[in-house]
């Protein structure tokens, strides 16, 4: 593990400095708000947890603070990775399918997390948002299920929906993955607070782990 560790702590400032463009920046996760029906707040203690976790477990060096910003804002464009998530109903305006379009297309990374509810929605826009690109499902040995930990079978199942298995589906700028969509697994629940739906820790470092994975993948891709 160490010679993964000292590549990953050159190779990531490298990457936070490139993508932002300003030397002060703050890396974080952007929660982005988005337009619609969908509680994109949802599950408020998540991300704190996974940006701790990031700083304890692994050569990332994150803000403890995850950003909140408007997909329509021009401000999203400063953060390189942004978490979308929810329950309802995703409608993005026109501004926001353009803001999106730009960001991921100029080296942006977007992790969607399905909470249950938002599925259809939000393949839906993702089509008005790219309408030539396919998901694709990401087989078990691709990288991102071990850029820093090893995590065997795919994405773990945190939360029950529909007695589906979890899915880890991308899309593909060339050879970048831009959109990681992680259905019917709910990492955002395991990554919450023990004490609000009760997940035994070995299913919450689970989820912690592969929300640390994600993260690095989307730097060192």
């Given at each position: 593990?160490?010679?993964?560790?000292?590549?990953?702590?050159?190779?990531?400032?490298?990457?936070?400095?490139?993508?932002?463009?300003?030397?002060?920046?703050?890396?974080?996760?952007?929660?982005?708000?988005?337009?619609?029906?969908?509680?994109?707040?949802?599950?408020?203690?998540?991300?704190?947890?996974?940006?701790?976790?990031?700083?304890?477990?692994?050569?990332?060096?994150?803000?403890?603070?995850?950003?909140?910003?408007?997909?329509?804002?021009?401000?999203?464009?400063?953060?390189?990775?942004?978490?979308?998530?929810?329950?309802?109903?995703?409608?993005?305006?026109?501004?926001?399918?353009?803001?999106?379009?730009?960001?991921?297309?100029?080296?942006?990374?977007?992790?969607?997390?399905?909470?249950?509810?938002?599925?259809?929605?939000?393949?839906?826009?993702?089509?008005?948002?790219?309408?030539?690109?396919?998901?694709?499902?990401?087989?078990?040995?691709?990288?991102?299920?071990?850029?820093?930990?090893?995590?065997?079978?795919?994405?773990?199942?945190?939360?029950?929906?529909?007695?589906?298995?979890?899915?880890?589906?991308?899309?593909?700028?060339?050879?970048?993955?831009?959109?990681?969509?992680?259905?019917?697994?709910?990492?955002?629940?395991?990554?919450?607070?023990?004490?609000?739906?009760?997940?035994?820790?070995?299913?919450?470092?689970?989820?912690?782990?592969?929300?640390?994975?994600?993260?690095?993948?989307?730097?060192i891709q």
């Open positions: 593990m160490l010679p993964k560790t000292i590549s990953l702590i050159a190779v990531v400032a490298l990457t936070f400095s490139a993508v932002a463009g300003q030397d002060d920046w703050e890396s974080t996760i952007c929660r982005v708000k988005y337009s619609g029906g969908g509680d994109w707040y949802s599950d408020p203690s998540s991300l704190p947890n996974l940006l701790k976790f990031l700083n304890n477990h692994t050569s990332v060096s994150v803000s403890s603070v995850e950003a909140r910003v408007a997909l329509d804002d021009d401000e999203v464009f400063g953060y390189p990775y942004l978490y979308l998530t929810g329950h309802g109903n995703v409608r993005f305006s026109d501004r926001e399918i353009e803001n999106l379009r730009r960001h991921l297309t100029s080296g942006g990374f977007l992790h969607t997390d399905d909470n249950y509810g938002l599925d259809k929605s939000f393949r839906r826009e993702m089509k008005r948002v790219f309408p030539e690109k396919e998901w694709v499902e990401l087989p078990f040995d691709h990288p991102i299920y071990s850029s820093f930990f090893e995590i065997a079978g795919g994405l773990p199942k945190i939360h029950e929906h529909d007695n589906k298995p979890p899915q880890g589906l991308g899309l593909f700028e060339g050879d970048r993955l831009v959109v990681f969509y992680s259905y019917e697994s709910d990492l955002g629940d395991g990554w919450e607070d023990s004490s609000v739906h009760d997940n035994p820790e070995a299913k919450r470092i689970s989820a912690l782990r592969m929300g640390a994975n994600i993260f690095i993948y989307s730097l």
